[in-house]
């Protein structure tokens, strides 16, 4: 059978070019593969042909005996010769010619590795021979690897060369073999191994016991567990082993040991249980578990867990009232992991529900309701459902809960019938647990609770689960729409209770809800209906706004869409659309303040749409705002030539990164004080402000920076403006009237071990 280390070399020349084939014997690691690809091809076409295999033996022996080869070719051919005697090529007599050579290259301190290439993957007594009988021949490292291959070889008949090796000076020799007699394993080895100091053969006869009957591997294996001179680590090896072979042994063995004091042996204990074939081992472990200090129970309860058998039920929960909280936590983690019953459910609950008295610590009842959660058992379900329905007032609540934790679809019914329950605490697990699990067909139903609530926490939770619950319905064009009508109905003071869940639906529908609330002419719904909709969690509100901001009967919330919408877009830089021109469009009718229709115009600086320029063509005639509309009409044209092209001094940096509108890229180079970007405009233009965005990147600024602003790039001309970089942005302003095709902005500062990093550029 080829090796995966074989396919892969055989697979790699195989795909070589086929051009003329140079000598095997010239080959070198890194040139041409040609020999071997011809050579392999040789071995795959030969398949278990005995005549084919035998002749490329013979020749691969030749090979391997070429004094003129690379170490290259020889280790090339040496792996090869292992395969082909692998697959079966006819096995020479050991004293025959061409294995005397490879008998002589065994003990060869420079060929011996080569040899053992070739003869480890080949089977049979006369390989094993050739190892063994070179093996009082060979000397230091070549003696070491031949004992290396005697032991993955398992070679029983080499025991008696191997036992007087135990003697040797050299501590390596001795070692070696002691593993090699260890690996073989049979009676002999054993023997061999006894005759020697245990600290040497340890090792060694664990590994042999392994392999023993079970009678005589746990004499070994207790002799060694119980003699002192064993190291530690072999002691317990030997400990674990025995318990695994003999598991009608195993129970009291490990309870002894957890009883004990050896912590080593007690760990080891411990790691047996979960694994052990014992049949009497829980039930065994269980009645013994209260009399073992707290520690102790606590893993044992862990290990109890990891074997789920229901044995260890009644101690496991006696242990979720000990006094210490690592052994409850334990116990209470055990149970979601053991046989699920009556008992264990209503032990759970009453602990999740002990910790709203204050009865149980918050840590115990969150771990009582995961285990709660997850424990199974055909009795379980049924449990916690009629638990909700009919156990005690004080317990209720903690199944209720388990209802959505567990995902009991079937008991919403019997949620939805909760409302009615004279219990506050009741009636908001309900309506929580309905939150989690009711699907988008009970809307109806848990708004009309939302509606009918008096409770202030209750009517908060049922107005997030009425929210959940309509987020999860798939049909995104109409949901809502129940909510949204409630409230265009409700009274003001119910439609203001109701208003939170608008800005968590978000979306076009929602924010036009809470627009028609803002126009109204009640300032105490009208106001914090615009205030929620400039807290809008996306662009959806904006149309909405500018109506506000337009007809809102309140000047109020006239101010406060408008300052909303003008606080967007400073803080926004999306690239511009057509639709973000309507909306400036629309904030300049609602506004005669110059200071703020000249601010909506610097936000056209962003535009590139022919909207826009016919926009700021219409305003040239104001006198208040002609000059701003100029140069707004400027940059807007000087935007529909396209987007800047760039320049800079290292372009490694992924330069392109800096104007992607994407915060998870960025151009970065090290501050070494001599970096530079150029943006070209393409056509000459007004420049305001220039901001570098290094939010992601927050301590990533140039150290100084100079700025150059040109018609002629190459001319940069003198610095129109210098500074030092900011934390977050770096913005930086011009002189009023700067316009220029070319931005140069150089780094002037080294700044040792940091980057200039840009996320993204903007321009004003």
Known sequence: MLRPLSLLLLAASLRAADTATPPLHELTYSGDQQALVALDREFVSAGRDPARLAALEKRLLAELARRD????????????????????????????????????MLVDPRDSDLARLALAPAPGAAIDSLLVNALGKAKDHARLGILDTIATRRIASAVPALAPLLRDAGAATAQAAARALGAIGNPAALTALRAAPIELTAAARLNAAAQLPAAAALAELRDLE???????????????????????????????????????RKQVALEAIASSRATDLVPSLAAKLSSYDAATQAAVIAAFARRGEAAAVPSVLLATTHSDAATRAAALSALGFLPGSRDIVAALAKIVAASTSGDTTADDAKLARQSLARLAGPDVSAAILAGAEKADATLRPAYLEQIALRNLTEGIPLLLRTR???????????????????PPSEQRAVLDWTLAATDEAEQQRALRSLVNIILRDPSTDTRGQLLFAAIEKASPEVALRL?????????????????????????????PATTALTRWPDDTALPALATVAEIAASPASRDAARAGLLRYFERNRNPWTPEFTALVQRLLKTTSDTTERKSLLKFLHRASDQPALDLIESLKSDPTLASAATTAGEVI??????????????????????LDHKTSTRWSVPTNGEEWIEIDFKVSRPLQAITLDQTTRAAEF???????????????????????????????????????????????????????AIVELYVD
Not at 71 to 85: H, K, T
Not at 420 to 438: E, F, M, Q, T, Y
Not at 637 to 658: C, F, H, Y
């Open 637 to 658: 044209r000087a935007n529909r030539a396209g987007p800047p092209a760039l320049r800079a001094s290292d372009a490694s940096g992924n330069l392109k990164n800096i």
């Open 420 to 438: 009615n329950d004279p219990s506050a605490p009741i009636r908001l697990a309900a309506v929580a647990a309905l939150g989690d699990i009711a």
């Open 499 to 527: 208003l939170p869940a608008l800005t968590r639906i978000g979306g076009t529908r929602s924010a036009d809800t809470a627009a028609r609330l803002s126009v109204r002419d009640d300032a105490t719904l009208a106001e």
């Open 226 to 264: 119980k003699n002192p001179r064993v190291p530690a680590p072999i002691r317990h090896a030997a400990f674990r082993t025995a318990l695994d072979r003999d598991p009608t042994a195993a129970a009291p063995a490990i309870a002894a040991a957890l009883a004990g004091d050896d912590g080593s």
């Open 702 to 756: 140039p150290e100084r920076y100079e700025v150059h602003v040109t018609d002629d790039a190459a001319k940069p001309g003198p610095v129109v403006v210098s500074g030092e970089g900011q934390r977050n942005k770096t913005v930086i302003t011009f002189p009023t009237g700067t316009r220029g095709r070319y931005v140069l902005i150089k780094n002037v500062a080294a700044r040792k071990d940091s980057q200039w």
């Open 69 to 104: 080869a690379t170490f290259a070719a020889r280790q090339a051919v040496a792996q090869r010769l292992g395969l082909v005697l692998a697959a079966g090529a006819p096995v020479s007599p050991a004293n025959s010619d061409p294995y005397k050579k490879l008998a002589a």
